[in-house]
């Protein structure tokens, strides 16, 4: 092909790929919801079942109110370095089941790793 058939082409080809829309879809809405803390969904075929919750995207688990509620138990991903909320007397009252409150930056009120699905 000539210099000239590739000047007169370029700029066709860049008008049409620029020229076609992003197809977007908006997933906002409820949803059907289920945690899967077995790992079973696949083997059990939930794909093709209704699940029995829904959540509301776009939104976390937590802001749904999905998970494990936080307890001293929780093992967190992050690393965190002040022993104190363990062991100080001061922070006795917030280690209790159904008052579990911790003196860190970020504070859920559930949690939860492993598979989920929507």
Known sequence: MKLAHYIILTPIVLICACSQKQQQIDLSG???????TESVGIDGQ?????LPETVNLPGSMA???KGEDISVETKWTGLINDQSWSTDQKYARYRKEGNVKIPFWLQPE??????AWY
């Open 30 to 36: 409820e949803w059907k919801f289920r945690v899967d």
């Open 46 to 50: 939930w794909h093709s079942q209704e």
């Open 63 to 65: 802001e749904n109110g």
């Open 110 to 115: 559930k949690h939860y790793l492993g598979a």
